[in-house]
């Protein structure tokens, strides 16, 4: 069976100039060559703190990290979280299906419907009774009463300490 070796620390970046990462490397170069430019279209006065400020964010994208997150995904993070909007609604689709229904099948269908209505059998009686009744059909919907034996069977009296009686719920756990 073939062996692999396994990556250890797939994590860490490698270092590519000297000390530096790729990614150092460039947030500090980066700044330097803007400030090489604007060293010669600046006056001197002026171009000092703009080369400290850039150089200042420079180094610390390039070295700082907050919780294990480099600088710059945090700026970057920041940028997002106060450019795009902070208000998530959902909404359901609406979806408007139009269904056309031929007026032959309608007619069709109303025409049965209107036949069946005039051969009210006992059976089309019961259905219709059954289901636009509001009142309870007694045949149907009697529940037996229990027997008081029943009852009995099913709570017990006891005595607490304190001597008063209670009745509590028999549960039988066979």
Known sequence: MAQFEVPQFIDTESKIVGPLTLKQFGFIAAPALVCFFLFFTLALWVWIPVAVVLFGAGASF???K???RPLYMLAIYAVKFFWEPKLFLWKRPVVQEVITVPTVVITAQRRA????HKNNSNVTKLWQELATTRSPIPQREKEPQPTLNEVREQFEVFRRVT????VARRVDYR
């Open 62 to 64: 390039a070295f700082i």
């Open 113 to 116: 419907l209107e036949d069946a």
């Open 66 to 68: 907050m919780n294990e």
């Open 163 to 166: 001597g008063e009686k209670e």
